[in-house]
């Protein structure tokens, strides 16, 4: 992609390490709900949010009036782990709204500002409660980018460039890995528990009911009962990594609920602050809470601004008609996914998701890459995602206008209907093509 005026600032003094701007090369400067706006007025739909950070839109205007509010009162800002009236208003809302009404009890460690920082605690904590090293991690999981879980994660792009060994993890087929209607549980149990495996006993399984970066693969309730019931026969933690595909993305605000299982630990970020501001939290069972004060901090766990937007945000699970709203665009997105995959069955293998997370899958990586450059093109920003990058993610806030949603859809089709019917002599550089 050649630099323009707009973006040759960024090229001269923005480390190239970069990725996301080179996909999308537009410098955005309002936002609203689920569209952007750039410096020259053009508008997209985001089907992207954030990676994720994003379920309730930008600037939402219920949660940003709570944040002000609060800015224009003094309130503390930073406070490490000092008790604050913010932390307080959402550790009680927290509770009514979230846990006591689906029958949980977890306490809420405040880890660092990223989901990674979360799952960096809850893999410590687990071998620190259990005295074992191993953890179980799986094929296509992405837990994020710090050591720890790095090594809980499979992409192979992402951990070549560690540096360092990464140990401690076995990896496991995750849910239909063999292929469909094979279960893996068998196996699993096998290679772990069966003597003379070799394998010592793990500390943790830790999983995404949702693999999102892996290409939106999603485990079957059966399978997720399956390993919680194996994890508990064995004395093994069952952690889930609900940073991308919690707080609603699925259509629950966990992504387990559907399973009806209950994780030992659940890491949650991204959308959890409710207004993209960086804010990560541990659920914990209470008799696994064992640390010893101070033994896992860090200094942007107390984001006040963060709890008072997340407050907020849990107002929207106050009411069911949000739940219901979710549920009926859920089925607007599928309905447009099976619209395009029927039009082009020589190319789209398929389409899977939960909701508001959604793939559409393509034989040929080339197809999606240039689908996703053509919808930019249509003023659509949607993403890839997956081992080979085939599969296009859809990702729209919870909040989106339906009329909105439909035009998003609408120019992923005509993307999807452009890019089939073009040449596809350009394919190195999909982002450069005219298709």
């Not at 990560?280 to 033994?295: F, Y």
Request: glycine share 10%; proline share 4%; with cysteine.
């Amino acid at each position: 992609m050649k630099s323009s005026s707009d973006t040759l600032v960024f090229e001269e003094h923005e480390s190239v390490v970069r990725s996301y701007c080179r996909k999308f090369p537009a410098v955005f400067s309002t936002a609203k709900n689920a569209i952007l706006e750039d410096e020259h007025g053009r508008e997209y739909i985001d089907f992207l949010s954030g990676a994720g950070s994003l379920n309730y839109g930008h600037n939402d205007p219920m949660i940003r009036g709570k944040i002000v509010e609060y800015i224009l009162r003094d309130g503390i800002t930073h406070s490490l782990d000092f008790h604050t009236s913010a932390k307080k208003r959402f550790l009680l809302a927290f509770d009514e709204v979230i846990l006591k009404p689906r029958g949980y009890n977890y306490r809420l460690q405040f880890t660092g500002p990223t989901g990674t920082n979360a799952v960096e605690a809850a893999l410590k904590l687990a071998r620190k409660v259990t005295g074992r090293r191993n953890v179980v991690a799986f094929t296509d999981a992405f837990h994020g980018m710090t050591l720890g879980s790095l090594a809980a994660s499979a992409r192979q792009s992402k951990r070549a460039v560690a540096g360092v060994s990464l140990p401690d993890v076995v990896r496991m087929p995750y849910d239909g890995y063999f292929g469909e209607g094979v279960s893996t549980l068998d196996f699993i149990e096998a290679m772990l528990f069966r003597t003379g495996s070799g394998v010592d006993i793990p500390a943790a399984f830790i999983l995404e009911t949702v693999q999102a970066e892996g290409g939106v693969n999603v485990a079957s309730s059966q399978w997720l009962r399956g390993l919680a019931n194996m994890a508990r026969k064995y004395g093994v933690l069952l952690i889930v990594d609900d940073i991308q595909a919690g707080c609603g993305r699925t259509g629950t605000f966990f992504s387990f609920e559907r399973a009806g299982i209950e994780p030992d630990l659940v890491c949650l970020a991204k959308s959890i602050s409710g207004y993209g501001l960086p804010m990560s939290l541990v659920l914990i069972r209470p008799d696994l809470d064992r640390w010893e004060p101070g033994e896992h901090n860090g200094t942007f766990r107390g984001n006040n601004l963060a709890f008072e937007a997340a407050t907020s945000a849990l107002d929207y699970w106050r009411d069911r008609s949000f739940s219901h709203g979710v549920a009926f665009k859920s089925r607007i997105i599928v309905d447009h996914l099976n619209a395009i995959r029927a039009a082009a069955p020589a190319h789209v293998r398929g389409i899977r998701g939960a909701g508001f997370i959604q793939g559409l899958v393509f034989d040929d990586p080339r197809i999606a890459a240039h689908v996703s450059a053509a919808a930019f093109g249509e003023g659509l920003i949607v993403e890839l995602c997956g081992p080979t990058e085939n599969v296009i993610k859809i990702l729209p806030p919870l909040t989106i206008e339906p009329i909105v949603l439909k035009q998003g859809l609408t120019r992923l089709s005509t993307a999807v209907s452009n890019v089939l019917h073009a040449s596809l002599e350009c394919v190195p550089d999909p982002v450069s093509c005219s298709a």
